[in-house]
């Protein structure tokens, strides 16, 4: 399998066709087809595109090259900072979680260091 790679427009169709593959997943049953996928379609292609996103998707290409085999979508929020964050960026909470700023575009999870607890020695190979 591929790595990921950052979503363009064109794979509108396929971000929709997996959104109703996880739909039908979380439901128990068939996403039934719709005006939801057009919408979502022409929504995807349009904010795909924007300059400034505040939507961003990642995907990762089928081995057939034909479809995506897997996505990431997720949406930025921007909020007011306060006392506690002026950034508003909500850093203090995601570093808690495990999450760390990384020159890739992605947040990337990874756990610090002092969080690493060794296997203790049991004396068998179990």
């Given amino acids: 399998m591929g790595d990921a790679r950052p979503a363009t427009p064109s794979d509108a169709e396929e971000l929709v066709r997996l959104r109703g593959l ?3 997943g979380m439901s128990g049953a068939p996403t039934p087809p719709g005006r939801w996928q ?3 379609r022409d929504n995807l292609r349009t ?3 924007e300059p400034d996103p505040w939507l ?3 995907v990762v ?3 057939d090259g034909a479809s995506l085999a897997a996505c ?3 949406t930025v929020e921007r909020r007011l900072g306060g006392p506690d964050d002026p950034s508003a960026a909500g850093r203090p909470l995601y570093r808690a979680l495990g999450f760390r700023e ?3 575009p992605a947040m990337r999870l990874t756990l610090p260091a002092e969080s690493f ?3 203790r020695e049991t004396g068998s190979d179990l």
């Fill in 22 to 24: 996880m739909l039908a």
């Fill in 38 to 40: 057009d919408i979502a």
């Fill in 47 to 49: 904010w795909l595109a």
């Fill in 56 to 58: 961003a998707a990642f």
């Fill in 61 to 63: 290409d089928a081995p």
């Fill in 72 to 74: 990431a979508v997720g």
């Fill in 102 to 104: 990384t020159a890739d």
């Fill in 117 to 119: 607890i060794p296997p």
